[in-house]
């Protein structure tokens, strides 16, 4: 079954204090690995998909990195907005349908302080 | 260009009643899928829908159904509503159910 644990489950910066998110994951044959953002009462926000070991990928003062068993989410001299859950996920096949599904970690709640 | 579409926003229902939510995709997506997020807890994968047929259900009762229509918008239902129902429900829609899920923001039931 796949699993992704996500750590720490809650981190508080301050303004301009650099650091990183970390997801671990299990999965049978990885279709891709999600990073998104969550704000209290809001569906999902997406940032990022990589689909394989050493692939990077940048969005303002996020970088996102996968190897083979964890992956991430940088976040570099962060800002109060930037305070929200951030939750990874792994894509899967259904074996019975032939679909996808993602599984999710808990997530990490992020507050950015001035 | 509109997002993907969740009705209502918020429900309050009673123990053992039945309720239906309702998500339009993004136009042009042919895949729904939906998840349920209880309070401080990641999205759990409930079902998936592609050209109108499912391709794939987690692990929940058979409480749970959905459906997808002709113009891919989508259907959750679920019967003999429980406290432990009680959660947000989302919709991702994808333009093939593999690539790139675009969640709504979701109904906040609450089973009393």
């Known amino acids: 079954e796949d699993q992704v644990t996500q750590s720490p489950e809650a981190l508080r910066l301050q303004e301009g204090e650099s650091s990183s998110l970390n997801c671990s994951y299990t999965v049978s044959g990885l279709r891709g690995l999600f990073w998104y953002r969550q704000d209290p009462g809001k569906g999902p926000e997406f940032l990022f998909t990589l689909y394989s070991a050493g692939e990077e990928k940048e969005k303002e003062r996020l970088k996102a990195t996968l190897t083979k068993k964890e992956s991430f989410l940088h976040i570099t001299a962060p800002k109060p907005e930037d305070s929200a859950t951030y939750l990874c996920?792994?894509?899967?096949?259904?074996?019975?349908?032939?679909?996808?599904?993602?599984?999710f970690g808990t997530g990490t709640q992020l507050k950015v302080e001035l | 260009d509109a997002g993907v579409t969740q009705s209502p926003t918020h429900l309050i229902k009673t123990r053992g009643q039945q309720v239906t939510l309702r998500c339009s995709p993004i136009s042009g997506h042919k895949s729904v899928s939906w998840y349920q997020q209880v309070l401080g807890q990641g999205p759990q994968f409930i079902f998936q829908?592609?050209?109108?047929?499912?391709?794939g259900r987690g692990n929940f009762p058979d409480r749970f159904s959905a459906r997808q229509f002709p113009n891919y918008s989508s259907e959750l239902n679920v019967n003999a509503l429980l406290l432990g129902d009680s959660a947000l429900y989302l919709c991702a829609s994808s333009l093939d159910g593999f690539y790139g899920y675009t969640f709504g923001s979701g109904t906040r039931l609450t089973v009393v």
């Open positions: 996920a792994v894509q899967g096949k259904i074996l019975t349908g032939g679909g996808n599904k993602l599984t």
């Open positions: 829908y592609y050209e109108k047929e499912e391709r």
